[in-house]
């Protein structure tokens, strides 16, 4: 069956992570995306983290669904061929800084000139405008400079950084909605393409909207809390009996109440100290000692099943090979083993949206280096004696 993206023709100039993941979730319903990566070497991501026989698995699942075309855009040949492949694009993705696009003859306006339809998405550290618009820039900058870091950690503790790539995950779901966004006003409306200015600060910082608002609000500059948060108790994490944890939310002030009553403190949701909600983030301490310390005489599973039964927003924490093996990500087939010719198999995770009628699916993992370059170039024209020219000079 096609799927809704079919027919979309995208070109990944990107390297690393938020660029590269936008053009993935295109690829995953539907679009032909193209990744462009420099001869030898390619995308960076390649030799980020686990390796299997040499072969970057983080790779494999971020470049599934694309074509590999290895190109040198340091040289002229290079750009040109570029520029070509751009101008049978529908969108083009980048994240090289401005100045050297423009250097290069990749930038926005360049392209435009031969597809004015082109959507260009451009991933940089700080934006395309401003003092720092030329500053080089990762995620870890990102979750510093947007707040997020100061925000997380135990109080007293030093600003903690995730250990996954959260910046680059936010930047790229803002910019996938944005590029759909401007192909909607070009296909739907008539418009003519656009160019998208994505940034690896902003997406995360409007996450934390919370603390703007309070620091405007009040002046205070809200602060680390651990696993707290002062909008609603209880909330954080409790240990079990058997030495796991159990997550708690209590923001609906309904659910607050239902939780005191099925750890047996019906009183507790009788008391107006702790019933009304201004009231019990006062005390929220109190109410924390309460809760962890009735989940610390019961297991995970028991304490579970009281909070199943009541319907209280409670949830295990899990590792990862807990997370794989829970009876709703196995109904709903979140994980699947993929086929691959260079691994044999890799268990990835599948595409997160669900459209009704439309069946998610990864067709391949990523592919090796260059492994269709003489496929792609011929498609814009580029026959095989020069495609044998550039690949002798070490253009492709």
Known sequence: MPLPLSGLRVLDMASLAAGPLAATYLGEFGADVVKLEPPGVGDAIRGWGVQRDGVGVMWKSVARNKRSVTIDLRTPDGQDLARRLAASCDVVV?????????????????????????????????????????????????????????????????????????????????????????????????????????????????????????????????????????ISAPRNTYRTADDRWIAMSGSAPTVALRVFRAIGRPDLAEDPDFADPQRRLARAGEVDAVVAAWVARHTQEEAMAVFAAEEIAAGPVYTVADLVADEQMVAREVFRRVDDAELGSLLVQMPVPRLSGVEPRVDHLGPPLGAHTDEVLAEIGIDAAARADLRARGVV
């Open 94 to 230: 980048a994240n090289t800084r401005p100045a050297t696009l423009r250097r290069w003859g990749l930038d926005h306006e360049r392209l435009r000139a031969d597809n004015p339809r082109l959507v260009m998405l451009h991933v940089t550290g700080f934006g395309l405008e401003g003092p720092k618009a030329e500053y080089p820039g990762f995620g870890t900058v990102g979750e510093a400079m947007s707040g997020f870091a100061h925000l997380t950690g135990e109080p007293g503790g030093p600003p903690t950084l995730p250990a996954f790539m959260l910046a680059d995950g936010v930047a790229s779901l803002t910019a996938a909605y944005a590029v759909m966004t401007a192909l909607y006003e070009r296909d739907v409306r008539g418009g003519d393409g656009r160019l998208i200015d994505v940034n690896l600060v902003d997406p995360l910082a409007r996450l934390i909207e919370q603390s703007l608002l309070t620091w405007d609000t009040t002046g205070t500059v809200p602060g680390r809390m651990g696993n707290r948060w002062d």
